[in-house]
């Protein structure tokens, strides 16, 4: 029987990521788990599950700038020479894999495509959700009946010379993208925003770290652009919207439409405030980037010149 091994980029997800491991355990064989240098209790939650006896391995890249391919490729060849995986599945941590009647994943996967994709569906916020549930995929039962037009990746392992996509949604093999059919019977539950402060924190995080990777950095995350700057210029039609924080979208846009949780109860999860939690992971991550700026200034030559030019540059305005 083929071995599945999923692998996840993650980053201040401890709100989701218990519920997340207890489902895809009955989906996948070996988890791995690549952190991006997350100050909440994601990592501490991912030792406990460790412990309990759920197979993961854990590394860290703390790096705040974006190099998403890079990461991925990475990911792609750990699981596939080293955990020995038949089959690689690439998954955010609020992406959740639903089958029809729960079937195992391993029983739908195709025994000669080398790559298939399954269609991202999402779940939002609403004002009916029980605030007081802490899995998520039993607090948000509702999906929007818009289409995504998103896919995302499942690969065979083995392939040679493979470079995956940022976002997950194809890869090139010696430089030919990889034909991958999308498969009717797979879809991932996605739970992007599962409150008003957590995508708050987010969108900004994720424009900033786009923009810390330079160019090719700022032309990816393009999702994260508009959010960010409304929330930069426009801060009050955000923060002080009541109805935001309330709901994603109203229930005449959406279905209930649960999916089949496959995990049970939580044990790790601790309850948090969604502001407090907001403001100091973001806190966390400005420092790393401010830390990181110092360090290319105090290591590399070039930089400290290059600093010292813009910080010397005087230029009347009017």
């Known amino acids: 029987m083929s071995k599945i091994v999923s692998v996840t980029r993650i980053l201040n997800e401890d709100d989701i990521v218990e519920a997340f491991i207890r489902h895809h355990a009955a989906h996948v064989d070996h988890m791995l788990f690549l952190d991006n240098g997350s100050s909440d209790r994601t990592l501490e939650i991912l030792r406990e599950m460790q412990a309990e006896g759920f197979p993961l391995k854990v590394s860290q890249n703390p790096s705040v700038s974006f190099d998403e391919i890079g990461a991925n490729t990475w990911s792609y060849q750990v699981a596939s020479q080293i955990l020995g995986a038949d089959w690689v599945v690439f998954l955010d941590a609020d992406e959740f894999i639903a089958t029809p009647n729960s079937a195992p994943l391993v029983t739908l996967l195709p025994p000669d495509a080398p790559a298939i994709t399954a269609k991202l569906v999402n779940y939002g916020q609403t004002r009916e959700d029980n605030t007081d549930e802490p899995v998520v995929p039993w607090r948000m039962r509702w999906r929007d009946t818009a289409e995504t037009h998103v896919e995302k990746l499942m690969l065979r392992g083995g392939l040679p010379n493979i470079v995956v996509e940022a976002g997950n949604h194809g890869a090139y093999s010696g430089g030919k993208k990889l034909a991958a059919t999308l498969h009717p019977d797979i879809t991932l539950a996605h739970y992007p925003r599962r409150n008003g ?27 994260y652009l508009s959010p960010f700057e409304t929330l930069r210029d426009k801060p009050w039609e955000v923060l002080l919207n009541e ?76």
Do not use: C
């Open 197 to 223: 402060w957590q995508i708050v924190q987010k969108m900004i995080a994720g424009r900033l770290k786009a923009l810390a990777g330079g160019r090719a950095g700022a032309a990816h995350a393009q999702h």
């Open 243 to 318: 109805d935001f924080f309330a709901r994603e979208f109203e229930r005449s846009q959406a279905v209930e439409e649960p999916l089949a949780y496959l995990g049970g109860p939580l044990s790790y999860w601790q309850p948090s405030d969604p502001a407090m939690k907001a403001a100091s992971t973001f806190l966390h991550f400005a420092e790393r980037l401010a830390v990181q700026h110092g360090r290319l200034i105090d290591e590399a030559p070039q930089a400290r010149t290059l600093v010292d030019g813009w910080n010397a540059k005087r230029i009347f305005l009017f």
